[in-house]
């Protein structure tokens, strides 16, 4: 199996999924939802891994992270640095989100945002960048293969006996029907991919909807509850379940295991960052980016629709 995964990367590599550098006039503004300061060091530690060929610098939405690395501040460094050009790449999970109009807004690709999430910059001291060269938006993980690949790997160290056996993805998701769904069609082919990494004898997702009113949430963790069981009661073998998030915080060490207590589960609290794959994500974002002609704008057509869509 770990042949099949090395396979894979080096596929990955030739593929040219793992761009070349871009020019050195194009910086690249890393931006997460933010957490404690071991949270945040998962996302400072892939920052630091990122070599496009031009100035990289980091930033967050909320917690600690946001006061000291706000996205002005993050953007004017860039170009003092001697950026041209911004291309700010998302690392959340998904591009349907509250956090992702955020930053849709904080580059001025849109004009509003949904009051709480506005409230939520207000807070956090955080502004447009007054800057004067172009900031384009990436698309955050969504479907990336690179995303499959990590997740692949959590699995297969947590595993015994992968084709026997069953992997249940867990996430965070959103709040709203419509994003949801944006969600489970992006992370579907994900599953699939991680099933034909790592062979497991069953591969599903679930999300437990953590910000939606409590009613919704708790519909949402009885459903991934009962996947669980039925892939136990098929497997007769513990399941395995890895989350799908960003790094380790409360959602993780916390609520998933309170939410999934008393099932038979080998349950492995590795989040996605920090790994390498996800540093060559950000450089093929940064570069797919980076050469859209002007004027600046959003490539990914995503848009959320409420407020509270956390990627943790």
């Given amino acids: ?5 090395s396979f894979v990367v080096a596929l990955v590599v030739g593929s040219g999924l793992i761009p070349a550098r871009v ?36 930033s967050f939405l909320m917690g600690p992270g946001a006061k000291t690395a706000p996205f002005q501040s993050a953007a004017k ?8 050009e911004i291309v700010v790449v998302p690392v959340l999970v998904s591009s349907h989100s509250g956090h992702y109009d955020q930053i849709r807004y904080l580059a001025g690709l849109i004009d509003s945002i949904d009051e709480t999430m506005m409230h939520h910059l207000h807070m956090g001291g955080i502004e447009r960048a007054a800057v004067n060269v172009p900031i384009r938006v990436a698309a955050a993980l969504d479907n990336a293969p690179e995303m499959a690949v990590v997740l ?14 069953a992997l249940f993805l867990i996430g965070h998701g959103s709040n709203s029907a419509e994003d949801h769904a944006a969600w489970m069609a992006n992370l579907r082919p994900v599953a699939d991919s991680v099933k034909s ?15 939606a009113p409590a009613a919704v949430r708790a519909e949402a963790v009885r459903s991934a ?54 540093a060559r994500w950000i450089e093929k974002r940064v570069r797919d980016v980076s050469v859209a002609a002007t004027p600046a704008r959003d490539v990914s057509g995503a848009s959320g629709t409420g407020p509270g869509h956390s990627d943790h």
Avoid: C
């Fill in 23 to 58: 020019s050195a006039q194009v910086g690249t503004l890393v931006i997460a939802h933010g957490g404690g300061p071991e949270w945040d060091a998962q996302v400072r530690t892939v920052a630091a891994q990122v070599n496009t060929g031009g100035p990289v610098e980091v």
């Fill in 197 to 211: 990494l790592t062979g497991f004898r069953s591969v599903l997702i679930g999300l437990v909807r953590d910000d």
């Fill in 1 to 5: 199996m770990k042949a099949l995964l």
């Fill in 77 to 84: 460094k860039l170009v003092d640095a001697g950026a041209k």
């Fill in 225 to 278: 509850r009962e996947m669980i069981q039925l892939q136990a009661a098929v497997t007769g073998r513990d399941v395995v379940v890895i989350p799908i998030l960003i790094s380790r915080g409360q959602v993780s060490e916390q609520k998933i295991p309170a939410d999934l207590q008393g099932l038979p589960i080998r349950y492995a609290p590795v989040p996605l960052l920090p790994h390498p794959q996800i």
């Fill in 152 to 165: 692949a790997e959590r699995a297969r160290a947590a595993a015994a006996e992968p084709a026997s056996q």
